[in-house]
């Protein structure tokens, strides 16, 4: 069975600095998807940025991109130019893309605090 | 455009006490999905659907059952809910396959049951 870890319980940043958060996720399948959400304090859980694995490129969404080592099995995101809104929680989610198995597994959470 | 709802917001139940949790799509995506939220443990998967007429269960379904008679409804039913159901309960859904795969998330629905 697939599995996705968060090892940071909790990470701070200062305001304008860049912080990476960790993510490494387990499984014997070739093609799927990698997705970041962020859920701020409202509760709304918003994609921050996705990436399919069958692309060696690191998808980037302005501040945000992602450090995608497949061997490894290592999907970190990076936010640069840290703003006090980016402080959340943030989950990291696999999702296969094999026929007929379509569960989203997510990590255990990060939160992030962003320090003026 | 209104994406996912949950209905209600907040709810309080005794113990034994059975409800339904509403939730309701209009973006024609065949994936639907329950998560509760726990402190300290993301999200778990209760249950799953893939279309009407279709359902599966996730990684904690015990305790709670779901019915899916059209592509846009997917309402969880606690049929005697336990302190332990306590959570907060967010409803998804996506497309099945393709790019544009992420799942979109209804506002949650936070449980006390007493």
């Known amino acids: 069975a697939q599995t996705v870890t968060q090892s940071q319980p909790e990470m701070s940043v200062q305001e304008a600095e860049t912080v990476t958060l960790s993510c490494t996720y387990d499984?014997?399948?070739?093609?799927?998807?990698l997705f970041w959400y962020k859920q701020p304090p409202s509760r709304q859980m918003i994609l921050v940025i996705r990436?399919?694995?069958?692309?060696?490129q690191n998808a980037t969404e302005n501040r945000f991109s992602v450090n995608f080592q497949k061997a490894a099995k290592s999907f970190s995101l990076k936010i640069s130019d840290s703003q006090l809104g980016d402080a959340a929680m943030y989950f990291c989610?696999?999702?296969?893309?094999?026929?007929?198995?379509?569960?989203?597994?997510f990590g255990t959470g990060t939160r992030l605090k962003v320090l003026a | 455009n209104a994406g996912v709802t949950q209905t209600p917001k907040f709810q309080v139940l005794k113990t034994g006490q059975s409800m339904t949790l509403q939730c309701a799509q209009d973006?024609?995506?065949?994936?639907m999905s329950w998560y509760r939220q726990d402190p300290g443990m993301g999200l778990r998967l209760i249950h799953y659907?893939?279309?009407?007429?279709?359902?599966d269960q996730g990684e904690v379904p015990n305790g709670y059952n779901v019915s899916r008679s059209t592509t846009e409804d997917f309402p969880l039913r606690l049929l005697s809910a336990a302190p332990s159901q306590t959570s907060v309960y967010f409803c998804?859904?996506?497309?099945?396959?393709?790019?544009?795969?992420?799942?979109?998330f209804g506002p949650g629905t936070r449980l006390t049951v007493l």
């Open positions: 998804a859904s996506s497309l099945l396959a393709g790019h544009y795969n992420e799942q979109f």
């Open positions: 499984t014997s399948e070739s093609d799927y998807y």
């Open positions: 973006m024609n995506h065949e994936y």
């Open positions: 659907s893939v279309g009407a007429g279709i359902t």
């Open positions: 989610a696999y999702r296969s893309e094999r026929s007929g198995t379509y569960k989203y597994i």
């Open positions: 990436q399919e694995a069958y692309k060696q």
